[in-house]
């Protein structure tokens, strides 16, 4: 089974670099994606990690360490928009394609 | 561009009634998701399929049935609607595997 723990909110001024980790249990995974939610918009997928290390996206970054059970997402020069709730999620392995998500930081970004 | 469109943004049901929501994508992807999404649990999966006319059962499958009748179709069934699947529900859709997924916009259900 998995289970992956995210702080529930994170706040931040705009312009600064904000991480927001993602910790996790699990028996065998493909690997780490994010999501990013708007209040009243769906889910949009922002990056997935098969591997470790660090993907860079813009100003949008994740990381994955399997030997740390641990990945995180960093946003960089902060935006008021970047306010939006965050999911992490992990692909099993072992024949399973469905996704198991953490329950979502809340990113609060103030001018 | 890649579209899920679902059937209603909102939806307003009477306890007993039954409840069908549809999920339509354009892209040929041969898995399908349906979400329901609350407060503070964030997205916990109902059901999923894989192909057509094949189904598995998620976290929370009890009180809702599914139907996949064509690849692009995936519709969620409320056959008795109670208060507490007032909800947001969410489609998605992807490929193998499933790392990246594609939501739809959500309907809110109210069950009054």
């Known amino acids: 089974g998995q289970s992956l723990e995210q702080p529930s909110e994170v706040t931040a001024v705009e312009g600064a670099i904000v991480q927001i980790n993602c910790t996790y249990q699990?028996?065998?995974?493909?690997?780490l994606s994010w999501y990013q939610q708007h209040d009243g918009g769906a889910p949009t997928f922002l990056s997935y990690?098969?591997?470790?290390g660090l993907e860079e996206t813009g100003r949008f970054s994740s990381f994955l360490s399997r030997s740390d059970s641990y990945g995180y997402l960093l946003l960089q020069e902060l935006q008021m928009k970047d306010s939006a709730s965050y999911f992490c999620?992990?692909?099993?392995?072992?024949?399973?394609?469905?996704?198991?998500f953490g329950r979502g930081t809340s990113l609060i970004v103030h001018p | 561009d890649v579209k899920v469109t679902q059937s209603s943004r909102y939806l307003v049901k009477r306890t007993g009634e039954k409840v069908f929501l549809e999920c339509v994508q354009d892209m040929d992807h041969e898995n399908m998701f349906w979400y329901r999404q609350d407060p503070g649990l964030g997205l916990r999966l109902i059901y999923f399929?894989?192909?057509?006319?094949?189904?598995e059962k998620g976290d929370i499958p009890e009180g809702y049935s599914v139907s996949r009748e064509k690849k692009e179709r995936f519709s969620l069934i409320l056959e008795s609607a109670s208060t507490n699947q007032t909800s947001m529900y969410l489609c998605?859709?992807?490929?193998?595997?499933?790392?990246?997924?594609?939501f739809g916009p959500g309907t809110r259900l109210t069950v009054t």
């Open positions: 990690n098969a591997l470790d």
């Open positions: 399929s894989y192909d057509v006319k094949m189904k």
């Open positions: 699990t028996s065998g995974f493909y690997g």
């Open positions: 998605a859709s992807s490929k193998s595997p499933s790392y990246e997924q594609y």
């Open positions: 999620a992990a692909l099993p392995s072992g024949g399973s394609y469905i996704p198991t």
